[in-house]
Every structure is written in structure tokens, then in C-alpha cells.
């Protein structure tokens, strides 16, 4: 998990992201997304959701394995952050780990 902890906090610090339900589900609509990170804790009906909208635009959903507050601090935010989707990963190598 340290190892996905530290990509998302690059991919945020030095790519493009979208933080929080309402801009990843704008992310995965534009086509933008590349890659979805939900909370395991996440609401059920966020999580369907999401999950239908990336499965119909072939996108990767990872869980993070901890809830809204631990995802927010990855982020660098001082609050709960349900999902984030990765749409330019800048100096992470979370999508190179996709491939694999």
C-alpha cells in the first residue's frame, strides 16, 4: 500500500488529478480519467456508480484500502476525499503499473 500511497501523492503533486465524487464521475464522462481510486469505505451507491461509468469507458477502478480522511492526506488535503481519478500521472508510475 506504501508503494500506491506514494503514486498517488506524486500523480497529485505533479500531474493532473480529479479529487472528490462529483469530478470523477465529470473526468470519466469527458474521457479524461485514466485511472479511478475509491475508498473501500466509500458509499455503496457512489461506488456502483462509478464502477458502471468506468466499466462502459474501460477504466481501471483501484480501491484504496482505507477511508475518506487516510485518502484526503494522501492527497495532501486537510479533508475526506472519497475518489480521485488520475488523468495525467506527471512523475508517478501509477498507470506504468497498469500495464503490468
Same mark, same amino acid.
Given at each position: 500500500m506504501a508503494d500506491l500511497t506514494n503514486n498517488i501523492r506524486l500523480a497529485v503533486d505533479s500531474g493532473k488529478t480529479a479529487i472528490g465524487i462529483n469530478s470523477v464521475l465529470d473526468s470519466i464522462k469527458e !474521457?479524461?480519467? /485514466? %485511472?479511478? *481510486? *475509491?475508498t473501500s469505505k466509500s458509499k455503496p451507491e457512489e461506488l456502483?456508480? *462509478?464502477a458502471h461509468l468506468a466499466k462502459v469507458a474501460d477504466i481501471e477502478v483501484i480501491k484504496f484500502d482505507g477511508d475518506s480522511m487516510r485518502l484526503g492526506a494522501v492527497c495532501g488535503k486537510p479533508y475526506s476525499v472519497a475518489a480521485i481519478s488520475i488523468i495525467e500521472a506527471g512523475n508517478s508510475e501509477i %498507470? !506504468? /503499473? %497498469?500495464d503490468k
Amino acid at each position: 500500500m506504501a508503494d500506491l500511497t506514494n503514486n498517488i501523492r506524486l500523480a497529485v503533486d505533479s500531474g493532473k488529478t480529479a479529487i472528490g465524487i462529483n469530478s470523477v464521475l465529470d473526468s470519466i464522462k469527458e !474521457n479524461s480519467a /485514466k %485511472l479511478i *481510486i *475509491i475508498t473501500s469505505k466509500s458509499k455503496p451507491e457512489e461506488l456502483q456508480e *462509478i464502477a458502471h461509468l468506468a466499466k462502459v469507458a474501460d477504466i481501471e477502478v483501484i480501491k484504496f484500502d482505507g477511508d475518506s480522511m487516510r485518502l484526503g492526506a494522501v492527497c495532501g488535503k486537510p479533508y475526506s476525499v472519497a475518489a480521485i481519478s488520475i488523468i495525467e500521472a506527471g512523475n508517478s508510475e501509477i %498507470l !506504468n /503499473k %497498469l500495464d503490468k
